[in-house]
């Protein structure tokens, strides 16, 4: 005889299986605590069938299903029973191995995760691009600035060489033509 096996504990059903059979009465086979005869309902992706008080109910169920956490983008397996804890969203695995891989590529809108275009994603990339280059020019900037202080200093306490006057103009030369590079960024 078929039965249907579900977690003691959840009562989520597990698989079907045999009724073990009884030497003393063939007709009368021995069921489990945790099965049943009652065959459970088809569920839908995200669902599961448990059996409660003796009928089977369908639930939400993403147990061994991916999930984002959508503002981190941080993909988990999902090992409790129920809905997805808030902040949460239910993805394919195929979406899930993107996310891990290229975070970048998504964006939260109406707290989802969304995929961007390519064209939102080449703007993004353009956009970062732009925002470390501009990093890394104030970075050279103050390093000019912080190789301008000891000429400077000779300057204003009037013990100056021409290497400190031509090191100073070569430092002027240099952060001119990072601020020009800068102005063409914004």
């Not at 309902?41 to 089977?56: D, K, M, R």
């Not at 064209?119 to 990093?135: D, H, P």
Request: glycine share 6%; aromatic share 8%; net charge negative.
């Amino acid at each position: 005889m078929k039965i249907y096996l579900f977690d003691i504990s959840t009562k989520r059903y597990i698989k079907e299986g045999e009724a073990i059979p009884n030497p003393e009465n063939k007709s009368n086979p021995h069921i489990p605590a945790y099965g049943t005869v009652i065959a459970p309902p088809v569920c839908g992706e995200c669902e599961a069938a448990y059996f409660i008080n003796g009928e089977w109910v369908i639930k939400p169920c993403y147990y061994g299903k991916k999930a984002v956490h959508v503002e981190s983008k941080t993909v988990q397996t999902v090992y409790y029973e129920g809905e997805l804890k808030s902040g949460f969203q239910h993805v394919e695995d195929e979406t899930a191995a993107e996310i891990a891989e290229n975070p970048d590529r998504y964006e939260e809108k109406d707290g989802k995760l969304v995929r961007l275009s390519d064209s939102e994603y080449s703007e993004y990339l353009q956009t970062k691009e732009k925002e470390a280059r501009t990093a890394e020019i104030k970075s050279q900037l103050a390093a000019l600035d912080a190789e301008a202080v000891r000429p400077l200093r000779a300057i204003l306490a009037g013990t100056q060489t021409d290497e400190d006057v031509i090191k100073l103009h070569d430092i002027e030369n240099r952060a001119v033509e990072y601020r020009n590079q800068l102005a063409g960024l914004n």
